[in-house]
């Protein structure tokens, strides 16, 4: 039997893998995707998320996937790790990631500029979609496939801008953007996202613990277990969803209902978990 079975709980909680179903918003969170849903709406342009590992960016992108797939009226690709390489090759996986055919004999990078052209003109202007192209690890990008995303924002109406472009990157990512004026002017929406404070921290176990099935009233983490784990955490989500993982295995070992401070400082000394 699975150890979150002996804990009262149909699914593992604290997962690190992006489930939508398990993406706690904050806050932060939940305003950047309100504000994310409404450039898309517009039809403004680029919007850029940053964010240190472990903020929840990735989930954040599947989360914005869910919110916009049963949508009749948008088509929407995804991106998860940048081809890095020449214009030529980040122009190709483009094409791919659209669905449109690859050129026939020696590609060049025209060829595939302008097949993407006709796409966004066809799909954006002569049947009224929207195309939203999310890119994740969007620090992976170099300057030729930002140069090539630059250009297809240039493709526009007098009205709005046809693909919809949310890059998802870490934090190392803001100089090299930055650095391309040409590309920086054009970015609509800019957000970086921050770590979690105690309250949201307490407030994410509870939700991830109850979209896993916990229903008793008496709480799993004790409020000092969760203040241990947010020190240890230092807010990220991600690292609090690990510590909170190996908690509940020690805590089933134990023969025991608490989760405690105790029990949490002795699980992150006994795996040198530094930095969970």
Not at 81 to 98: H, Y
Not at 107 to 132: M, N, P, R, S, W
Not at 147 to 160: D, F, K, M, P
Request: aromatic letters at 8%; a neutral charge; one cysteine or more.
């Amino acid at each position: 039997m699975s150890y979150f079975k002996l804990l009262g709980l149909t699914k593992e909680p604290f997962s690190t893998s992006p489930d939508p179903d398990f993406f706690y918003e904050s806050s932060g969170h939940h305003a950047t995707l309100v504000r994310l849903m409404i450039e898309i709406r517009l039809k403004r342009g680029m919007s850029l998320v940053l964010g240190d590992v472990g903020l929840g960016k990735t989930t954040l992108s599947r989360k914005l996937y869910q919110m916009l797939r049963t949508r009749n009226d948008i088509l929407f690709h995804m991106i998860l790790d940048p081809v890095e390489g020449s214009e030529l090759s980040f122009l190709i996986s483009l094409v791919r990631t659209f669905n449109l055919p690859v050129p026939q004999g020696p590609c060049q990078a025209l060829d595939c500029k302008d097949a993407i052209k006709k796409y966004l003109f066809q799909k954006g202007v002569d049947e009224g979609k929207t195309i939203v192209l999310v890119i994740d690890e969007g620090q992976k990008l170099d300057r030729a496939a930002l140069e090539v995303l630059r250009t297809l924002l240039n493709y526009e109406t007098n009205e709005y801008k046809l693909l919809q472009l949310v890059v998802f990157a870490q934090m190392e990512f803001l100089p090299t953007v930055a650095g391309m004026r040409n590309l920086w002017d054009r970015i609509s929406f800019k957000q970086a996202l921050t770590p979690l404070d105690i309250a949201t921290t307490r407030d994410m176990i509870d939700f991830r613990l109850r979209q896993a099935g916990y229903c008793f009233s008496a709480p799993l983490f004790s409020d000092e277990a969760v203040a241990q784990i947010h020190a240890h955490a230092q807010g990220c989500p991600r690292r609090i969803a690990m510590l909170c993982h190996k908690a509940l295995k020690a805590v089933v070992m134990q023969d025991n209902w608490i989760i405690d401070d105790g029990l949490v400082q002795s699980v992150f000394h006994e795996e040198n978990l530094v930095g969970v």
